[in-house]
């Protein structure tokens, strides 16, 4: 089955086509680094680490190029810096290093390129000139603003009338726009912040032109897939679609976005128990936290337990149910453990389901499918079927980014040593017990178990275990 994609463009599903199958690439929109990344912010990494998992499978690892961005200088940034009196680049390289930090516990794979805002002024500049240069954008005050009455397509990625826009608008109101929504490409810098040179003066980039720049200098255009969270679509993707075709004199044609992405990609929001994540009511859950306490997988996992374009609820009963999921899986290989796996590959109906439009859930239903067919076949004795239902559910967890750990490890979890004897003698002992049928003694080492907050589960080839949470 070809890979099927939605695009947010055409509103539609299409079939992956790359402009060079030796050359595919893809561009998400990455982390403003001033704090750390809460939970929402970590939906896209991961929905799109999956997607270059598929896209390396497809076309090969060393065919797909992805880069994903980092802001390192922004409004925030700025304000954390004066608040701490310390350099905007002491500021961004603590929170990036946290945020990689976070990404490889959830099993993100590093991108193929990470362009840094402030390693790419020269090209931004140029960037902006080209603009100019075609007549849509013009300068005013020390500001360089993108004219959106040049493009005649504006609107389209988002599906919304300027006139419509414009009328029901939060824009910045300032007496050097020719039109409302007329944005910044150039601006200048307050005292105190950092500032780079250009033509119009000291100053700072505006927000959208940094990916229109970045993605044209590292990877060229038309790229063959831009990603990111669905609030991105209106402004900053339908401004980078109108800078980065207006910049090559495209302004006036119709099918002028297949000049910058030839795919755009977004997933849904994220509530956290039903409501949106906000300080004023407290529950911005951050990501760098949940991570110390949670094991990366089960993040993971629930991220993308609902499809990437459907809203996802964020609440402890989703991570109680995907830790499960997880155990059961889990569960499987331990007991399987003796049974090497054969064959390195996914099944079609995993195939089916992932390759159509990043369908996880159905993809994960495949998972419980293999699971429960080794366990059947453990009991059964059929070891043929056992090392072929292994090889498959290792394989198509490596397309989803879990079942990475040693399964003896994940089940057990971090535990001492002396944890780890007690337990084990218990096991033995309880074993004998039931072997003896001496119920209130297996009862009373149950009850130390659970003393321990040990769960256990029991298998054909002997009981597993693990410390709850």
């Known amino acids: 089955m070809p890979l099927v994609l939605h695009d947010t463009l055409h509103r539609e599903k299409r079939v992956f086509t790359p402009r060079d199958p030796d050359r595919v690439t893809l561009y998400v929109c990455g982390p403003t680094v001033y704090d750390y990344a809460h939970i929402g912010n970590a939906r896209p990494p991961v929905v799109f680490d999956v997607l270059v998992r598929l896209l390396r499978r497809q076309f090969g690892a060393d065919k797909v190029i992805y880069a994903r961005n980092v802001t390192d200088v922004d409004d925030k940034i700025n304000a954390k810096a004066a608040k701490e009196g310390t350099p905007i680049g002491d500021v961004t390289s603590r929170y990036e290093a946290a945020y990689l930090d976070d990404m490889s516990r959830l099993n993100v794979s590093p991108p193929d390129i990470a362009p840094h805002v402030t ?108 990603g990111g969270g669905i609030d991105l679509v209106f402004p900053h993707h339908e401004n980078e ?151 498959e559910l290792i394989a198509s967890g490596a397309v989803l980014g879990v079942l990475q750990a040693d399964p003896a490890d994940w089940l057990e979890g971090e535990v001492s040593d002396a944890l780890r004897t007690e337990v084990e003698g218990l096991l033995e002992q309880r074993a004998a017990a039931r072997a003896g049928k001496d119920w209130p003694e297996a009862d009373r080492i149950r009850d130390r178990l659970n003393a321990l907050n040990v769960v256990v589960m029991d298998g054909p080839q002997g009981a597993t275990w693990r410390v709850k949470g």
């Open 119 to 226: 390693d790419h002024m020269d090209a931004i500049v140029k960037q902006i000139g080209a603009i100019m240069d075609q007549g849509c954008a013009y300068a005013a005050e020390g500001h360089v603003l993108f004219d959106v009455s040049s493009y005649e397509t504006y609107g389209r990625l988002s599906g919304r009338n300027l006139d419509d826009m414009i009328a029901g608008a939060r824009v910045e109101v300032a007496p050097y726009k020719k039109n409302p929504h007329d944005f910044v490409l150039w601006k200048p810098s307050k005292e105190g912040e950092p500032s780079w040179p250009s033509p119009w003066g000291e100053g700072r980039p505006g927000w959208h032109i940094e990916c229109s720049a970045m993605i044209e200098e590292t990877l060229g255009l038309p790229i063959d897939i831009h």
């Open 241 to 391: 679609i109108a800078q980065g075709v207006c910049a090559h004199g495209h302004a006036h044609e119709p099918e002028a976005h297949a000049e910058y992405s030839r795919y755009w990609m977004h997933n849904g929001f994220l509530t956290v128990d039903a409501e949106k994540m906000s300080k004023s009511i407290g529950n911005v859950l951050l990501l760098h936290d949940l991570v110390q306490n949670v094991p990366g997988e089960v993040v993971r996992w629930a991220l993308l337990s609902a499809h990437y374009r459907q809203p996802l609820d964020w609440n402890q009963a989703l991570l109680d149910q995907s830790r499960k999921a997880l155990d059961r899986l889990y569960g499987a290989l331990h007991r399987a453990a003796a049974v090497d796996a054969n064959g390195d590959e996914p099944p079609a109906d995993f195939l089916t389901a992932i390759e159509d439009d990043i369908n996880t859930p159905g993809a994960m239903s495949t998972l419980f499918a293999l699971s429960s067919e080794i366990e059947r076949a453990m009991t059964a004795g059929d070891h043929g079927v056992v090392a072929r239902a292994k090889g």
